[in-house]
């Protein structure tokens, strides 16, 4: 289809002139001799005529000149690129129509080779923006807030505070039981906010080494440790100018604590082992699933680190606080599934529906989307029962109205401790093993064993 460029100018010499040329490099010319008269054409564009490509207009017209038209163009079409013509010498009222929103000017007389260059540049200059907010569209349709789904008020309410927050530089601090999003909603913050064009970090706290964590974090420079062969860069300096999201933050020790506490507040480190001060441009986003409040108390988090981080307070609400939403998730699984494995989607029947709202869902959507998954590979009907709802009996939990309590004739310290051994020894006496089985920080773990007066439980 041929780019349409409407003319407006009063002058018929002129409007012939240009329509002859502009035609015949291929254009589709429309011509207005009024600013009134053009307006009526934006408005009936794309009502059943092709929409307007880029207009030209003259700066002297008869009733309404060209500034305001500038304006009332800039509120009906703002899309619309606008080259204006302006006589020569008139540079001050060429510079008012550029901040009125023109593409760009030229002053007559022109030569329409000068005319057909800044054209062109124009419309590719607003083809190349078009098309980068399209992409920009694309890659962020993915982590859409609208993509994570919530109907329920709680869910709707994160999504408000997450998209105020989004466009700002302020910490975020996202607490919630493992598997409810919080690593979704950090990429969605991330790319709602004007760093989206910058790297996404992830670190995941729980799963570093405590002895090499200030390392991946901060970098080290070569000769720092043994084995360390040549320098490398950390975490921190990969993500410059984007976002540094910090799951499981509460697993951090003290000491890498106290330096992290700088990054936040001066936005500068040095490497392991080295001397120059770094400075990032980093926002940070972090998340636990533990009290950090609790850890306060205990001692195993700095308080100063946790009023930094707990700028802007986001908690996601586990599954079953929130069964609203199981229908919308389930129906958003099966549709996954299905244009993944390139089939039609499957559906649920009212007992099997019946049979995932009254699940406890203690591992909350990550744990809702493998049973659906395994439910779709599994059955070979197409509206899935509640017999193909297999439900892991190892993980499954306590059921709604079941209440546990300790076992007869022992105390509660007794059942934490008896708990703690039980997780080492299932662990093999990994502390970090451990503290997961239990839902606990690797610090809290270690002030409980602390507390038992035991290093390491046989």
Avoid at 306 to 316: D, T
Avoid at 389 to 394: G, H, N, S, W
Avoid at 429 to 456: C, E, F, I, P, W
Wanted: hydrophobic fraction near 40%; proline fraction near 5%; charge should be negative.
């Amino acid at each position: 289809m041929k780019k349409r460029i409407l003319v407006i100018e009063d002058e018929e010499k002129m409007q012939r002139v240009l329509q002859i040329h502009l035609q015949g490099a291929g254009y589709d010319v429309v011509q207005a001799g009024t600013a009134e008269h053009a307006i009526e054409l934006l408005r009936s564009a794309g009502d059943g005529t092709p929409p307007f490509s880029l207009a030209l207009t003259d700066l002297r017209l008869p009733g309404m000149d060209g500034l305001e038209l500038l304006k009332r163009m800039e509120k009906e079409t703002p899309s619309l690129p606008v080259i204006v013509m302006t006589a020569f010498g008139s540079i001050e009222t060429a510079v008012e129509a550029m901040k009125a929103g023109a593409s760009d000017y030229v002053l007559k007389p022109f030569s329409l080779e000068d005319l057909m260059i800044t054209i062109e540049k124009v419309l590719e200059l607003h083809t190349l923006r078009h098309e980068n907010k399209r992409l920009k569209a694309e890659l962020g349709r993915r982590y859409d807030f609208n993509e994570i789904i919530g109907r329920g008020t709680a869910m709707q309410d994160i999504f408000d505070a997450a998209q105020k927050v989004a466009p700002t530089r302020s910490t975020v601090l996202l607490g919630g039981e493992s598997g409810t999003g919080k690593g979704l909603l950090a990429r969605a913050i991330h790319h709602h906010s004007p760093r989206a064009a910058g790297p996404f970090v992830k670190i995941n706290c729980s799963s570093l080494p405590e002895n090499l964590m200030e390392a991946e974090l901060f970098g080290y420079e070569k000769g720092a440790f043994t084995g360390a062969s040549q320098s490398h860069a950390g975490k921190f300096e990969q993500a410059d100018g984007g976002t540094v999201f910090l799951d499981e933050i509460g697993d951090v020790p003290l000491a890498v604590q106290v330096k992290l506490l700088r990054v936040l507040q001066e936005r500068e480190f040095e490497r392991l082992g080295g001397k120059k001060t770094i400075h990032v441009d980093v926002r940070i986003v972090a998340a636990t699933n533990q009290d950090l409040r609790a850890a306060l108390e205990q001692g195993t988090f700095r308080e100063d680190l946790y009023y930094r981080l707990n700028v802007v307070p986001i908690n996601l609400p586990p599954l079953r606080e929130r069964k609203e939403d199981i229908p919308y998730l389930v129906e958003h699984f099966l549709d996954k599934f299905a244009a993944e494995t390139a089939r039609d989607p499957r559906s649920l029947s009212s007992a099997a529906l019946d049979k995932i709202r009254s699940y406890h869902w203690p591992g909350n959507v990550r744990e809702l989307e493998n049973i659906i998954e395994r439910s779709t590979v599994l059955s070979s009907n197409d509206v899935i029962k509640a017999d193909d709802i297999q439900l892991d009996p190892q993980i499954r939990g306590s059921q709604e109205g079941d209440v546990p309590f300790l076992p007869a004739g022992m105390t509660l310290d007794e059942y934490e401790q008896e708990l703690i051994r039980e997780a080492l020894r299932r662990a093999d006496d990994n502390k970090s093993h451990a503290a997961r089985l239990l839902g606990l920080t690797r610090n809290a773990l270690r002030y409980r064993l602390s507390q038992m007066g035991v290093d390491s439980p046989q």
